[in-house]
């Protein structure tokens, strides 16, 4: 009798002691499960910076997660990429997003960035002011963050988006080489192509800084934001290493990797201003409500979007 219990208590401890090495094998595959890539669109911009940062220094790989960046001149072949299931995510602004989730693609945007638009009048001109500008050119990308905040500027000064004669140019290099030839009264542009066509001389007039307005956005699709929220969450990790790099490094180390990777023409290299990086953190409430009251106001999207129906925390542990 003696000897049977022993052997049934040698079984169990067997038997435990299996369950416990399979649950440990379970434990260390999940560690070890490999993280999906991720597939970001890029515009040449300084909002891109960290991301090509990230990718050159390694940061990336650092956290484990492979991405692959592509570059894009419009927003329009950006938003195509996206749509098409070509990216994972990009750097967008809010009005793509409004525009996706009213056309039935659902989008979410994960933080803002630290993009800055400007409206620049020509070399030859004579424009020094807003009202300067009533019924003269301005070439802007239709129905996209450069036409809001052309708009927005406007706004400001009493007028309205009729009071000048806008020129639609999606491709911004082609803008800025407009601009600076002086094809064009005055141009909203991104950074750099902004303190490019200042530093030929061109005339800074005004931009979205001096209004407080921030309506650049890193977004997702809502498939890979729930599909890959570990990886966005290593991306971050990632984004915020190369904000740190950004902001505490000389310049001299990194405006030629900048200037080659980043698709900006060689005079950046001088020209360029960048701005303080943040970390990732969402956008306000602010920046999408005005965003949307103004798609709506012109009838370009219907839907009364609220900031949680936009908006999707993965920073957060």
């Known amino acids: 009798m003696n000897l049977l219990k022993k052997l049934l208590a040698i079984c169990l401890t067997v038997l435990a002691l299996a369950m416990l090495a399979g649950c440990g094998t379970t434990k260390q595959a999940d560690t070890k499960k490999e993280m999906q890539p991720l597939t970001i669109g890029l515009m040449p911009d300084t909002d891109s910076l960290p991301f090509i940062i990230a990718q050159e220094k390694g940061f990336f790989r650092e956290e484990g997660i492979e991405v692959n960046i592509e570059q894009y001149k419009s927003a329009m072949d950006r938003d195509s990429a996206l749509q098409s299931g070509n990216l994972d995510g990009a750097v ?19 933080s803002f960035t630290d993009g800055s638009y400007k409206l620049i009048a020509s070399k030859d001109s004579g424009i020094k002011d807003v ?21 927005q ?44 066509a200042v530093h030929n001389g061109c005339q800074f007039v005004t931009g979205s800084d001096e209004l407080g307005i921030n309506p650049g ?13 570990a990886e966005i969450q290593a991306m971050y990790r990632a984004y915020n290493k190369a904000v ?13 990797l900048v200037i080659e990777k980043g698709g900006f023409p060689p005079v950046a290299k001088e020209a360029l201003k960048l701005p303080k990086y943040h970390e990732a953190a969402l956008p306000k409430e602010s920046d999408v409500v005005d965003c949307i009251k103004w798609l709506n106001s012109k009838k370009l999207v219907t839907e009364t979007y609220s900031y949680q129906d936009i908006v999707l925390d993965l920073l957060s542990k």
């Open 92 to 110: 967008s602004d809010m009005l793509a997003v409004a525009f996706a989730k009213s056309g039935g693609f659902d989008v979410k945007v994960t």
């Open 131 to 151: 009202k300067g500008l009533a019924g003269k050119d301005v070439a802007v990308s239709r129905n996209t963050i450069i036409e809001y905040v052309t708009d």
């Open 153 to 196: 500027i406007l706004a400001k000064e009493n007028m309205d988006g009729d009071s000048i004669n806008k020129v639609i140019i999606p491709q911004i290099p082609t803008r800025l080489e407009m601009l600076q030839n002086g094809k064009l009264a005055a141009a909203t542009l991104p950074e750099p192509m902004a303190s490019i």
């Open 217 to 229: 956005v890193i977004l997702f699709t809502a498939k890979a934001a729930a599909d890959k929220k």
């Open 244 to 256: 740190a790099y950004l902001n505490n490094t000389d310049r001299a180390e990194y405006i030629d």
